[in-house]
Nanobody, 122 residues
Framework: QVQLVESGGGLVQAGGSLRLSCAYS????????MGWFRQGPGKQREFVAA??????YYATSVKDRFTISRDNAKSTLYLQMNSLKPEDTAVYYC?????????????????WGQGTRVTVSS
């Protein structure tokens, strides 16, 4: 099983930026889906972004503001978040080992990190 540890969350003003990191260990392949999800206060966990090989996928709400990337040499998955909004406030989770290709479905993933909190003030 893949182990995941997120970092990089914090408090930022609206319009600011943060970069989340997810250090992973275990057997992974470049073609495997890895992704980011988030869970805001009183909300269900929702898809943010995912990648597989050279393909990138984004939720409509974050497209053109967030960028997902992966550094295999450092075994780290990143989420660069720009132009942050108060509605981006959530705990962000890194996910890996998707069972299939439904990359936007949380239940597809079998490995999860502990989460890192992002708070965007207005």
């Amino acid at each position: 099983q893949v182990q995941l540890v997120e970092s990089g969350g914090g408090l930022v003003q609206a319009g600011g930026s943060l970069r989340l990191s997810c250090a992973y260990s275990g057997r992974t392949f470049n073609s495997d889906y890895m992704g980011w999800f988030r869970q805001g206060p009183g909300k269900q966990r929702e898809f943010v972004a995912a990648l597989s090989g050279g393909y990138l996928y984004y939720a409509t709400s974050v497209k053109d503001r967030f960028t997902i990337s992966r550094d295999n040499a450092k075994s780290t998955l990143y989420l660069q978040m720009n132009s942050l909004k108060p509605e981006d406030t959530a705990v962000y989770y890194c996910a890996a080992e998707a069972r299939g290709s439904y990359y936007a479905v949380a239940d597809e993933y079998t490995s999860w990190g502990q989460g890192t909190r992002v708070t965007v003030s207005s």
